[in-house]
Nanobody, 115 residues
C-alpha cells in the first residue's frame, strides 16, 4: 500500500525559504513521476513541479528559478526547496505519485507567505 506523508510547511515572510518533504512508503521504486501540486483558496489545484523516473524535471513558469524539486532514492523521499517565496505562493501543497497509471496523493501541507 502506497502512502505519502508531507511535512515542512509553515508560515514565512516574503523572500523567505521553506523545504517541503514527502516521505513515500510502499512499493514506489517503479514510479512514473512524482510531483508537487498546490491549491490556493478558491482556485483549482495546479502543478508546481514534477520529476520523472528518468530524472527529468519540470516546473511551472511562475516558480522557475525559485523552486527546486529533487528526490532522494535511498530515503524514498521527494523534496521541494522553495526560495524567494511570494504571497501568491500561499496554498496547500500536495505530494503526488504516478505509479502504473494510478495517482496517489498526500494529505497536504499548508504554506503561508506573509507580505
Amino acid at each position: 500500500q502506497v502512502q505519502l506523508v508531507e511535512s515542512g510547511g509553515g508560515l514565512v515572510q516574503a523572500g523567505g525559504s521553506l523545504r517541503l518533504s514527502c516521505a513515500a512508503s510502499g512499493s514506489t521504486s517503479s514510479f512514473n513521476a512524482m510531483g508537487w501540486y498546490r491549491q490556493a483558496p478558491g482556485k483549482e489545484r495546479e502543478v508546481v513541479a514534477r520529476i520523472f523516473s528518468g530524472g527529468q524535471t519540470y516546473s511551472v513558469d511562475s516558480v522557475k528559478g525559485r523552486f527546486t524539486i529533487s528526490r532522494d532514492n535511498t530515503k524514498n523521499t521527494l523534496y521541494l526547496q522553495m526560495n524567494s517565496l511570494k504571497p501568491e505562493d500561499t496554498a496547500v501543497y500536495y505530494c503526488n505519485l504516478l505509479l502504473w497509471g494510478f495517482n496517489y496523493w498526500g494529505q497536504g501541507t499548508q504554506v503561508t507567505v506573509s507580505s
